[in-house]
């Protein structure tokens, strides 16, 4: 058994396909499926029901993913701290962060660090929150971007505080309104953050406590679907006022909302007592040094 097979294993279950794994790993579908064939043999078990249409875990698969997790994990500690032997001018960061963010200020981080380090590698992952902190737990990223909240388990630098708007067809009667409050809401279908995302639940509450029982017609992380179904009229949606400028104003507008402190809040986050690769280290050195602070 080798470790790129356990890595394969995971990318399949991750993706749950044969074709993306391939594709995030780099190599060819026929080296996946031989990796995987090789250690369904070995084990004696078989890992994955496979059809025409998905790749699923068996029993099997689901109990040797969570050790092959562990397994990688602890090799890719091994290989950080002999990495930290070398130069600091080389080096890979995995850092995941959810897809319905805007990733302006985050992009300009990137950029300035590039510019300073331009042969370390960055890798990034569109998880959702909650599954970023489970990774983050268990090492299989280095960074994560969401809004913390466990000081016992992790670390943080604050970068992103950003208010939300109300998104709507052009042609809905709240476009006439400079700005949008939680009783505006009565009897508008929402399409939502789904419950991966901890403004999901904030803000049912917070409609609620308004004395609105909030109608939910869809919940996704993906902030183009969220879009595609405001534009066809399905609904109302909130998003970081950010995204909210990069719209096309001839389908979609936006509204500010009422609640100030309703607001995608962000950090760069790392699990607490972890080695990190020293190219991570040093890139939150970099930016603690030059744009953020704890």
């Given amino acids: 058994m080798e470790i790129r097979h356990l890595e394969y294993f995971i990318e399949v279950s991750r993706h749950k396909s044969f074709s993306k794994a391939a594709e995030v790993t780099h190599t060819s579908q026929p080296s996946i499926s031989k990796a995987i064939k090789d250690l369904e043999i070995e084990l004696g078990k078989t890992l994955f029901y496979?059809?025409?249409?998905?790749?699923?875990?068996?029993?099997?698969?689901?109990?040797?993913?969570?050790?092959?997790?562990?397994?990688?994990?602890?090799?890719?500690?091994?290989?950080?701290?002999?990495?930290?032997?070398?130069?600091?001018?080389?080096?890979?960061?995995?850092?995941g962060l959810p897809p319905i963010t805007a990733v302006t200020t985050f992009s300009h981080l990137l950029s300035a660090f590039k510019n300073e380090y331009p042969k370390i590698q960055i890798q990034l992952f569109e998880f959702g929150p909650k599954k970023i902190e489970a990774s983050l737990q268990e090492g299989l990223l280095d960074i994560g971007i969401f809004t913390p909240e466990d000081s016992d388990l992790f670390e943080w630098i604050w970068f992103e505080q950003d208010p939300l708007s109300v998104i709507m067809h052009p042609e809905h009667p709240l476009a006439q309104c400079g700005s949008v409050k939680?009783?505006?809401?009565?009897?508008?279908?929402?399409?939502?953050?789904?419950?991966?995302?901890?403004?999901?639940?904030?803000?049912?509450?917070?409609?609620?406590?308004?004395?609105?029982?909030?109608?939910?017609?869809?919940?996704?992380?993906?902030?183009?679907?969220?879009?595609?179904?405001?534009?066809?009229?399905?609904?109302?949606?909130?998003?970081?006022?950010?995204?909210?400028?990069?719209?096309?104003?001839?389908?979609?507008?936006?509204?500010?909302?009422?609640d100030s402190q309703l607001y995608l809040q962000l950090a760069l986050v790392w699990k607490k007592g972890r080695y990190l690769p020293h190219a991570a280290q040093e890139f939150l050195d970099f930016l603690k040094e030059n744009y953020l602070t704890m």
């Fill in 182 to 258: 939680y009783e505006d809401f009565y009897g508008e279908q929402l399409i939502l953050f789904n419950s991966d995302y901890k403004l999901h639940d904030l803000i049912i509450d917070k409609c609620k406590k308004a004395g609105v029982n909030p109608e939910i017609a869809f919940e996704t992380s993906q902030r183009e679907l969220m879009t595609q179904m405001v534009a066809a009229k399905l609904g109302l949606a909130l998003l970081p006022s950010k995204i909210c400028k990069e719209l096309d104003s001839q389908i979609i507008v936006s509204r500010p909302f009422s």
């Fill in 50 to 95: 496979r059809s025409t249409k998905y790749v699923e875990l068996t029993d099997a698969g689901e109990i040797i993913l969570e050790q092959a997790q562990q397994i990688v994990a602890s090799f890719r500690n091994l290989n950080t701290k002999l990495e930290g032997l070398t130069k600091l001018q080389t080096g890979k960061i995995h850092i």
